[in-house]
């Protein structure tokens, strides 16, 4: 019996193991083969290699190009969590294990053989489901292709976005290339403009989009919205910022770090949290999207709004606080 829960307990912990640090999973995030690994790893991994290099698993080679599409293995995270409380509970209860009468010590075995039975299950299905989709029916390789494709489709659209300065509110400042804005404590004496947004801590692209698919890339810090608006968005009242109403979608990390979507007013916790300081921004007029991701050396989505877009719309950025050094830079290439 010791030999089979030794056993099991081998099996769980290589099922378990990272394949580049060889501990047990921290943070394990899930590549588009279906393998898993540490995001520490795998952002060491991406750092430490040429830019242009294709980024390919280490468990099973598949080659995905420099931009890679991965997501947070949440279950896999709550199995090595489990796991790892019970080798807790297994070296105190060894520590004890003089104290320990005979018939208590076959019952703490029998619940751990069923535990490690039980995690060992819910591995087998993370497994096998990621093999069917990426192996058996490739769509979330095939998603990620078609991802990288539509960003370096609408590459060249980046160089040609700048600020509209006339838009911007009073307590912004936008630099003289127009692609650089950030927060300022003191209100400046902005001549009156049609464009200009009065009480709301807001800017717009000078261009608008009508059709089509657009991809925008920004570097963000401190508190800050990045939305898509409609170039009619009201710029006199404070319910004109970014969210409140139905003619603007708004991505905002507010002074906690976290994220929520905003459209007419709700807001949506997203789950996920920034590793790296760069948003993406893709508008589908054809499939009535609007949809955020970050981009490091991986390409995560964090939120798609379905809705149909029924006129021009605008690239539209708010900084709400002058003391956390609020910064948005439109940049002009991929990296």
């Known amino acids: 019996m010791e030999y089979l829960k030794l056993t099991k307990e081998s099996q769980l912990r290589e099922l378990l193991t990272c394949p580049v640090c060889q501990d047990i999973f921290e943070d394990p995030h899930q590549l588009p083969c279906g393998h898993s690994l540490c995001m520490r790893c795998l952002d060491g991994m991406l750092k430490h290699r040429p830019l242009a290099q294709p980024f390919s698993c280490p468990t099973c080679r598949a080659c995905f190009g420099p931009l890679i599409g991965v997501h947070k293995s949440y279950t896999l995270h709550s199995v090595v969590e489990d796991f790892n409380a019970q080798q807790e509970k297994q070296r105190d209860q060894r520590e004890q294990s003089t104290q320990t009468d005979p018939v208590a010590e076959r019952t703490h075995h029998a619940n751990y053989n069923c535990i490690l039975f039980l995690l060992l299950a819910i591995i087998f299905i993370c497994i096998s489901k990621a093999f069917m989709c990426s192996v058996e029916n490739h769509t979330l390789t095939e998603t990620v292709q078609r991802q990288r494709t539509l960003l370096l489709k609408y590459h060249p659209e980046i160089t040609d976005l700048i600020l509209n300065k006339d838009s911007a509110s009073p307590y912004l400042v936008v630099s003289e290339d127009l692609l650089s804005v950030w927060r300022v404590k003191d209100k400046k004496d902005y001549p009156q403009h049609p464009a200009r947004f009065t009480d709301a801590p807001q800017v717009l692209s000078t261009e608008c989009v ?37 003619k603007s979608w708004s991505l905002t990390h507010d002074s906690k770090g976290r994220l929520f979507a905003f459209h007419k007013g709700v807001k949506e916790k997203i789950l996920e949290s920034l590793t790296h300081n760069r948003v993406g921004v893709v508008v589908d007029f054809e499939k009535g999207a609007v949809a955020f991701h970050e981009v490091g050396h991986m390409w995560n989505h964090l939120h798609t709004f379905k809705t149909n877009l029924t006129g021009p719309v605008c690239l539209g950025l708010g900084l709400y606080r002058e003391d956390l050094h609020t910064k948005i830079s439109v940049k002009k290439t991929l990296t």
Do not use: C, T
Request: charged fraction near 20%; glycine fraction near 10%; charge should be negative.
């Open 210 to 246: 009508s059709g089509g698919s657009h991809y925008w890339e920004l570097e963000a810090q401190g508190y800050w919205d990045i939305a898509v608006a409609y170039e009619s968005i009201n710029r006199r009242l404070k319910l004109s910022s970014f969210g409140n109403d139905a």
